[in-house]
T-cell receptor, first 111, second 113 residues
Framework: SQQGEEDPQALSIQEGENATMNCSYK?????LQWYRQNSGRGLVHLIL?????REKHSGRLRVTLDTSKKSSSLLITASRAADTASYFC???????????FGSGTRLQVQP | AAGVIQSPRHLIKEKRETATLKCYPI?????VYWYQQGPGQDPQFLIS???????DKGSIPDRFSAQQFSDYHSELNMSSLELGDSALYFC????????????FGPGTRLTVT
């Protein structure tokens, strides 16, 4: 698929646990961005990682990028019930500003 | 900080009608993007504008058109609406930085009956 894949499609964990979501793609990218979306709401920008970067942190979020394997992961540490949402990776292909979104991971954090 | 503004937030139209969605980007952002997200789907890129010129085109139907005005706001015009056009329509904007973080508006929920 040109869209890329995210796994798992759904993830249910307890508060305090870590959550890891993975994203794979097939194209050459300039950057990869992660977004959060609460049900039926807007897309909140979390992190952008450039193609020449391997890891970025923002608070409880850690994103890695392996361009040789064409994959990225988002780790949320010490999860909270408020982290319950869908998480999307979106790649910016080389030479293109538009984003191509993956299929998303639905995260449920149980209090 | 100012965010992307979209209007209206909700819109109900009948089949074959037309609809116009508006987007006001973050100040000093030069690029506007439109995305469509169907129920349970991931967002799909429709079209983008850089400095008021169309810069990229995605899966935008021929029934849809868009433009960016001199004040950088953008409008998405949708004609001959079909039931399948019911979706969330997002506008995003990005600035002149090299890696183009895109910031999304709250979306317009279009329902076609």
């Amino acid at each position: 698929s040109q869209q890329g894949e995210e796994d798992p499609q759904a993830l249910s964990i307890q508060e305090g646990e870590n959550a890891t979501m993975n994203c794979s793609y097939k194209t050459s990218i300039n950057n990869l961005q992660w977004y959060r979306q609460n049900s039926g709401r807007g897309l909140v920008h979390l992190i952008l990682i450039r193609s020449n970067e391997r890891e970025k942190h923002s608070g409880r979020l850690r994103v890695t990028l392996d361009t040789s394997k064409k994959s990225s992961s988002l780790l949320i540490t010490a999860s909270r019930a408020a982290d319950t949402a869908s998480y999307f990776c979106a790649r910016g292909d080389t030479g293109r500003r538009a984003l191509t979104f993956g299929s998303g991971t639905r995260l449920q954090v149980q209090p | 900080a100012a965010g992307v503004i979209q209007s209206p937030r909700h819109l109900i139209k009948e089949k074959r009608e037309t609809a116009t969605l508006k987007c006001y980007p973050i100040p000093r952002h030069d690029t506007v993007y439109w995305y469509q997200q169907g129920p349970g789907q991931d967002p799909q890129f429709l079209i983008s504008f850089y400095e008021k010129m169309q810069s990229d085109k995605g899966s935008i139907p021929d029934r849809f058109s868009a433009q960016q005005f001199s004040d950088y706001h953008s409008e998405l015009n949708m004609s001959s609406l079909e039931l399948g056009d019911s979706a969330l329509y997002f506008c995003a904007s990005s600035g002149a930085s090299g890696y183009y973080e895109q910031y999304f508006g709250p979306g317009t929920r279009l329902t076609v009956t």
